[in-house]
């Protein structure tokens, strides 16, 4: 195998996401006769990007965004004050990261504010309850008053204010003016709502300019909520539980860049947001694994690489590198025993190969091997 190295260092950015799984109970959203029911109780938000966007133009992706120095401002203080404050804010302690490669150069964003004082992770949920305002219009508050902590069940999202519209453009201008509209509606991003869940880096591939080191949330709540979507960045959203959203991208309905399609094949473990929501606060005190693909270019397709397989190098070069090899994707397969990697036949075929043990006590995808009716 050879590698091919891109000229100059790429500019990392970090980012939040957040993966909104709703519970489904009305009668109007029963599954269509023509397509079996769902195995899983709940669905996921999915917002579907503009075609204009210079970043995954057109994917399903969930919400969410660059961190902004807005969301890591000690301004927050006052608002989380009385009832909440450093260090934790109410949250559970920190997870250890249990990734020590890739270590990246310096992040192309805001730095934290000098006094320290607001704790990454607090900044990092602030932006993804952002985002999901800007992008969706949907507001993940609780009221100033309510005790710290995760709610014993799935919440609820706050019901849109009056003026939408106007705060959402206000805010897209000016991120600084989320902070107004929680205290204008007396409340503070229900950060306790937010898992952990999990961390992607954008693999390196030519071309590519943006690049992302992403926070990954988890919320689950008990009905979905409105959605508005922005019509600048999102132009248009669904609800669908894991084995819809798989089967819309294999049917070529959606597309869904493959850390989202592993994402969604992950979620397809649990049978009800119940579960879901157990799991999540079981393993609130666990390590987070923050993850580089690494692409592999075979005769015939592509594979990207995740942490265990046995090809997957921690090699710093592979942060501006391909592997790539003369051998069809099936002859890799056929010589390897040791699989954590998504294979990509084509922009809407892709096989998950999982067959290491996941770490602190999260799950995996169980193997996701396409039909043959869908090559």
Request: with cysteine.
């Amino acid at each position: 195998m050879s590698s091919s190295l891109r000229p100059g260092p790429s500019r990392w950015r970090r980012a939040a996401s957040i993966v909104l799984a709703a519970g489904w109970s009305h009668p109007e959203t029963a599954t269509p006769p023509s397509r079996p029911p769902p195995a899983e109780g709940f669905r996921l938000l999915l917002l579907q990007r503009s075609p204009h966007q210079g970043f995954m133009r057109g994917a399903h992706v969930f919400p969410g965004g660059v961190l902004d120095a807005a969301d890591q401002s000690a301004d927050w203080l006052g608002l989380f004050a009385p009832h909440h404050g450093p260090p934790r804010f109410g949250l559970s302690p920190a997870p250890f990261s249990g990734t020590a490669f890739p270590s990246l150069p310096d992040t192309d964003d805001h730095k934290a504010d000098n006094t320290g004082t607001l704790p990454e992770d607090v900044a990092f949920r602030i932006c993804a309850v952002r985002e999901a305002f800007e992008e969706a219009g949907v507001l993940l508050l609780r009221p100033r008053t309510s005790p710290p902590g995760p709610t014993p069940g799935p919440g609820l999202a706050l019901e849109p204010p009056r003026g939408l519209a106007a705060w959402r453009a206000r805010v897209r201008r000016d991120p600084r003016h989320f902070l107004r509209l929680c205290a204008h509606l007396d409340c503070t991003p229900d950060i306790w709502a937010l898992h952990n869940w999990s961390s992607w880096l954008t693999p390196f591939l030519p071309g590519t300019t943006r690049r992302f080191d992403t926070a990954f949330f988890l919320c689950c709540l008990r009905e979905p909520p409105p959605v508005y979507p922005d019509l600048a960045e999102v132009v248009g959203y669904q609800w669908s539980s894991p084995s819809e959203a798989t089967e819309s991208f294999l049917s070529k309905e959606i597309w869904l860049p493959p850390p989202q399609f592993y994402e969604v094949r992950r979620l397809a473990n649990f049978a009800s947001l119940s579960d879901l929501h157990k799991f999540c606060l079981g393993r609130a005190l666990e390590g987070l694994e923050r993850w580089l693909p690494i692409i592999l270019l075979t005769a015939d397709g592509m594979v990207h690489l995740l942490p265990g397989d046995e090809l997957y190098l921690e090699d710093s070069d592979f942060l501006e590198n391909l592997m790539s090899t003369e051998k069809k994707t099936e002859e890799i397969m056929k010589e390897g025993k040791q699989f954590h990697r998504i294979v990509t036949y084509n922009r809407h075929l892709y096989d998950i190969h999982v067959t290491v043990q996941s770490k602190y006590k999260h799950v995996y995808p169980k193997n996701s091997v396409v039909r043959k009716s869908h090559l």
